[in-house]
Structure formats: structure tokens, C-alpha cells
């Protein structure tokens, strides 16, 4: 669910950690800083030329990744819909809690697809919020009956939802690890048991808000990952927020417990990938092929209805190049 940052200019970094795929842009008046997996981060220059320590671009990439992949076609619009849809959730969520936005006047190279934001001192967990068993939580629940130690009912199945999310905190594992699930109290140790509270607290809450709007426009939010700063004693949103990359979005027409449920952005990806057209064996380690234009075409649409679905809002290129 993570995209650990790598650094940029890193020799001993080893070669998996560097993200394939087209490369992040070269941006007059700013350092670049990290590339994740699909998104970039740069520190705009002071008037010395010396990088300011108190802001970062974060730009949002059309790159795309699947099975762990990140594929080396990008999808059109992706960056710019996904940007769009965590500043539109920002405000969504403002009553319950403060973001790191400051300007979405960006460079054109970038315009859409990029904000500038407060740097912060980030919490070294990544705080996740399940409102469905599946995945990490499905593996646990079948090994032991808990997920993230908590004791749950028997007879649960992939896909089931819980009463309320639950908070299943994870370590901030380097880029191409996974992450490992963290127990509360070692969150407690980590940041001290008032942030880790409140970073439990406001995951659950902005989950909940979350699937109080999408569920109404036929999407579940089956989980999500945020990240929270610190300024002034007080948790700050940060990075993205409910969008497909940071989120597993399910089609709610569809949702059925007892399989794995389809994913609402990524199925024609994963359908087509591993399907004998694509030629391709997961299992064989090798990076996948290309996607064809009309994988690629019905993978945008989806991003793009997505977007519509939740705001309301007919998207419209606002981007570079328009
Ligand atoms: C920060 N990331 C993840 C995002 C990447 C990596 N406001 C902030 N202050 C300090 N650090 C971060 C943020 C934010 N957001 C976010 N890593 C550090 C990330 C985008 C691209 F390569």
C-alpha cells in the first residue's frame, strides 16, 4: 500500500529500489528530492539556490504499478485525477483534521498533477484503517483469528465488513520491502501513547467519513493509508489521501463476501496481465509487458469515473500541454 521514498542519487542503493518506468521530470527552481513508486518529491530553491526546508513539491506521476511492478506505460491523466481527488478529500475532511496544502500553483510542467506543501516531521508508522477484511488482515485473520491483535468473530470471509474500521498500523518499510504490521503498543513507543491515539483516532474517523461519502456514489473504500506530520504538538494530514493508490476502491454494485472483490481501478490491468494475450508468467520474476492502448484507455476511465463518481465534478484536463 506504501510508496517508501527512494533517494534520488543513492549508489548503494540497490538496483530494485530505483523505480522503473518513464523518469520523474527535471523542474527549473527545484531539487529533486525522492521518487516512490509513482510519485515524486522535489524542494523548491531559495533565492541562493539552496533547497528551502520548509516546503516540498509532491508531484503525482501517470505511472502506474501492478503485482509490485511499476509498469513502463504510463496512464493519461492518472497524476492529475489522483492530485485532484486527494485536494478534493482535503477539503471533505477539514473539519476533522488539518492538511499540509499550500498552493497548487506549480510549475507547468507539473500544473495538475502537483502541490506544494508544508514540510513536516512525519510519524514513522503508516497508519492504515480497514473497514473490510482482505489482504494483509485476511492472512492474518486465517492464521490467528486477529487482525493487528485484535480478537475478532469467527466465520469471517475475504470481504467482509467490519462494525467499525479498525487501526492496523505498519512500518515504513524501504522502497521494494514490504511493510511489517506494527502492534499499537509498539506505535505507543514509537511517537508516545498521545500521538499514537490520535493518529488512531483520526485513521479510523477519515475512513469512516470516507465510506459515509463514497458508499453513497457506489464505491467502498475497503482500506486506506495515510500519513501524518507533527507541527505544534498536532497531527497534520499529509501526503495523499482516499485515492486509489493510497486505497483499496471496490465497485459497491459488486461487493460480495467470500472471494477476493475486484478492484475498481486496476482490474483490466491485472485481468489483462495475467491473461495468456499478455504472455507474460507472474511467477516467473520477470517485469511485465507493456499494456495495450485499450487496457490502458479503460484503466483512465476508470481513474476518471472514479473521480466523477465521488466529486460530482465532470473531470477536465487542467494539466501541462492543455
Ligand atoms: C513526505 N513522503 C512520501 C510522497 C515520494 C514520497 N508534508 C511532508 N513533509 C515531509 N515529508 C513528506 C511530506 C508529505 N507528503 C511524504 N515522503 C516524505 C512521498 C511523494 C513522493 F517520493
Given at each position: 500500500m506504501a510508496d517508501a521514498p527512494t533517494p534520488s542519487?543513492?549508489?548503494?542503493?540497490?538496483?530494485?529500489?530505483v523505480p522503473a518506468g518513464p523518469a520523474a521530470p527535471v523542474l527549473d527552481g527545484y531539487a529533486h528530492v525522492y521518487s516512490g513508486k509513482v510519485r515524486d518529491l522535489y524542494a523548491p530553491l531559495d533565492d541562493a539556490g539552496a533547497p528551502r526546508d520548509d516546503l516540498l513539491l509532491l508531484v503525482a506521476s501517470d505511472r502506474i504499478s501492478a503485482f509490485d511492478f511499476v509498469l513502463d506505460t504510463p496512464v493519461p491523466d492518472k497524476g492529475e485525477v489522483l492530485t485532484r481527488m486527494s485536494l478534493w478529500w482535503f477539503e471533505q475532511l477539514a473539519d476533522l483534521v488539518p492538511n499540509h496544502v499550500v498552493s497548487t500553483d506549480v510549475p507547468d510542467a507539473v500544473r495538475g498533477r502537483a502541490v506544494l506543501v508544508r514540510r513536516l516531521e512525519m510519524?514513522?508508522?503508516?497508519?492504515v484503517a480497514r473497514a473490510y477484511l482482505t489482504g494483509g488482515g485476511l492472512r492474518e485473520y486465517r492464521a490467528d483469528g486477529t487482525v493487528s491483535g485484535l480478537t475478532l468473530p469467527e466465520?469471517?470471509?475475504?470481504g467482509s465488513r467490519f462494525p467499525e474500521p479498525l487501526f492496523t498500523p505498519s512500518t515504513k518499510a524501504p522502497e521494494g520491502q514490504h511493510d511489517e504490521p506494527m502492534s499499537y503498543a509498539e506505535v505507543e513507543a514509537a511517537v508516545g501513547p498521545s500521538l499514537a491515539a490520535r493518529a488512531r483516532d483520526l485513521t479510523t474517523r477519515i475512513l469512516a467519513r470516507g465510506n459515509e461519502i463514497a458508499q453513497a456514489r457506489?464505491?467502498?473504500?475497503a482500506d486506506t493509508k495515510v500519513e501524518f506530520g507533527v507541527e505544534a504538538d498536532e497531527l497534520v494530514l499529509a501526503d495523499e489521501v482516499l485515492t486509489p493508490d493510497s486505497s483499496r476502491f471496490w465497485p459497491a454494485d459488486q461487493w460480495e463476501p467470500g472471494h477476493p472483490q475486484p478492484s475498481f481501478d486496476k482490474e483490466f490491468v491485472r485481468e489483462w496481465l495475467l491473461s495468456?494475450?499478455?504472455?507474460?508468467?507472474?511467477?516467473?520474476g520477470e517485469a511485465p509487458p507493456s499494456l495495450p492502448d485499450d487496457v490502458l484507455e479503460r484503466t483512465r476511465a476508470k481513474y476518471v469515473e472514479a473521480y466523477e463518481r465521488l466529486t460530482g465534478e465532470t473531470f477536465r484536463p487542467r494539466g501541462a500541454d492543455r
Open positions: 542519487s543513492d549508489a548503494s542503493a540497490p538496483s530494485g529500489a510519524l514513522p508508522v503508516e497508519c466465520g469471517l470471509t475475504d457506489g464505491i467502498i473504500v495468456r494475450a499478455s504472455g507474460w508468467d507472474k511467477a516467473s
